[in-house]
């Protein structure tokens, strides 16, 4: 295992079309974890761009009709170059242009990863969605998460990750589950949008996606664990804080230790 | 009081249509008082996404000509639904773009809460502004902030919030007025547009606008107090830090204790 | 030497057209060192804004086509109106359209101070660019900055910034070197904007650009240092923390003790 090592030694160029509100910690979290982010969803650059990166995260969390195009061009370009694509689908099954843009992206974009919680991935897998806003209405005791991620994985030849109280990733007959990471990880804004961004530099630092999309989460939730150890108790300005200090610390030997990742077969 | 326990108990869905600026912090306060933020501004998706949220807070600080229409056709939508609408007039008086944007919001929607500093609501009491830039140039000593709060009110049939030395809230005859806070608030950006959003979780847990305003007024004052005596000291950074950090403990026995809150009659 | 104290005494507004990636910074690093931010990106705000403002900070980082007409406008009228333009080139020389659009800015708009890394500023002197990114992909050893920055100064009459290792100010035949901050600073997203940010708050309170900009550039050298120094071994969130901290205590003893800048003839 030497996922993080490859991202810190190839401190790959991570090309991000994703939302303004967490914007800043998914470029920290990026240069945290070892690699470079770069943010661009203007149509006339994006192309240029995606073209230099070794990775294209897609987060529609605060979409709109001119970089929903953006998103489009760069994401036909990186499948055009080989460029590993990580779509976040933000608040999918929350309202119809959330449904429509997933299913304009999911048609003509090809995704190495799709990420999500439970709702949005079941919206994907065609099982009907219902989320509170951006936060899952769904649990594990409503739908089998590994059911849900096997689906989405076949249907888009993607790895499919859920991510909740305990993480699913299932490629194929592929599945790794990973327990570490803390419900209170909720309760600041952009972990998931920050975990799509360290994918993204995880797989463009990697030939394979799923043993790198694994490692990515298990390194989250490992850190958002040591985080919340560490300063949780002082409040959620704090967590935030020791989050990305937790991030700029990890190694492979800390997501060995800390990850609580598990790979299985299907 | 109970005003906090019901933000934390009934965890509103709080929609924000706000400036790019400070949206994290706005996330994360609404976060960290115990309701759930979410942002979008894409014509296509605010209704729907109104539709499902239990408040509409609509923020003009970095306003453009796309993010208004979508102000307006959340706010129309908000009205026929009964979501309460919270508008921070961030500028107004600062520029004619502002003014007009201002005029034409408060034209066609309908505000459950207006709250700003003494000169972006001395505009829209039709008293003239005059602001440097985001920030008041007027003071108490320039205009009453109680005679202005209560045109605004009267004006639009809503509870009007002037913010700054001492806060005045003001809902018809109703008047509350908030002594806690400090000036060190000022130092730190988006400490209003996450009043801003508090108020929006306040309100979208209350059937009592004005009491559920001036609570969230008294505990973003509170909060920031505590915060600048821990971490004041240190610098901006972890004044900052420690404020998201005192908006997670804040319940309604430290509001009560140090909201430094009044009612009184106007 | 009181660049810092005339920030300080006189609170300049900075207006700034920025990327959404770091803006919230750049606001607080604006406020710490003792001036106003307003961000606004409107064409229909950005001339009236401008026109109240000391300084105006243009930076293309997640530029698009609405926002580069606003930075013409906003960029004209404070030419109009004699108030100093700071350009931050972001990523120039990396694609197509960021490098049309600078050539764009430079043929439209005087500036008063063009700050940028080296691939950046090789570009805008037409000795041809080449970025990772955001990064520079040149170091020292490929060009020499002082002939960088002189190439730029003289061809825009501009007082020049080249940040890098060592920074080189160049303003015709004034030369400044400032070897203050650290590598690490590379580690946490928008030390460079934030930079410009400050420049345009010590430009606008100033009356000499040249030694500004040079004291502006010690000040944040000089606090990225003390900010390592105290919390980089912490982490990327301590050490991002402790930049806001340290910004806010800059007072011209602090860059005079700290930001080891010196001045030179060309």
């Given amino acids: 295992m030497n996922e993080a090592a490859d991202v810190r030694a190839k401190c790959p160029l991570v090309h991000c079309i994703t939302n303004y509100v967490t914007v800043n910690d998914v470029a920290n979290a990026i240069l945290a974890i070892g690699a470079s982010p770069i943010m661009s969803d203007e149509a006339r650059d994006v192309e240029d761009i995606v073209s230099i990166s070794q990775a294209l995260v897609i987060n529609i969390g605060t979409l709109n009709e001119r970089t929903v195009e953006s998103m489009l061009l760069a994401g036909r370009k990186a499948n055009s170059l080989g460029v590993p694509v990580i779509l976040d689908p933000v608040g999918a099954g929350a309202s119809r242009y959330r449904c429509e843009v997933t299913d304009r992206l999911l048609r003509e974009v090809r995704f190495t990863v799709i990420r999500g919680n439970l709702s949005e991935m079941s919206y994907i897998a065609g099982l009907g969605g219902g989320t509170k806003g ?5 649990t594990e005791k409503d739908r089998d998460p590994a059911a849900v991620a096997a689906a989405v994985s076949s249907s888009f030849s993607a790895v499919a990750a859920i991510t909740g109280r305990v993480d699913t990733v299932c490629y194929g007959s592929r599945v790794a589950r990973i327990s570490s990471g803390c419900a209170e990880m909720g309760s600041i804004t952009g972990t998931g949008c920050m975990l799509s961004g360290v ?60 990850g609580k990742l598990v790979y299985a077969e299907a």
Avoid: C, K, P, Y
């Avoid at 919340?228 to 060995?256: Q, Y």
């Fill in 134 to 138: 951006v936060d899952s209405s769904l």
């Fill in 199 to 258: 994918i993204g530099a995880f797989v463009g630092a990697s030939d394979d996606a799923f043993r790198a999309a694994a490692a990515a989460i298990a390194a989250m939730g490992a850190s958002g664990e040591a985080a919340f150890a560490a300063a949780g108790a002082r409040g959620n300005g704090s967590f935030h804080m020791a989050l990305i200090d937790a991030l700029s610390h990890v190694d492979d030997g800390f997501i060995a230790e800390h």
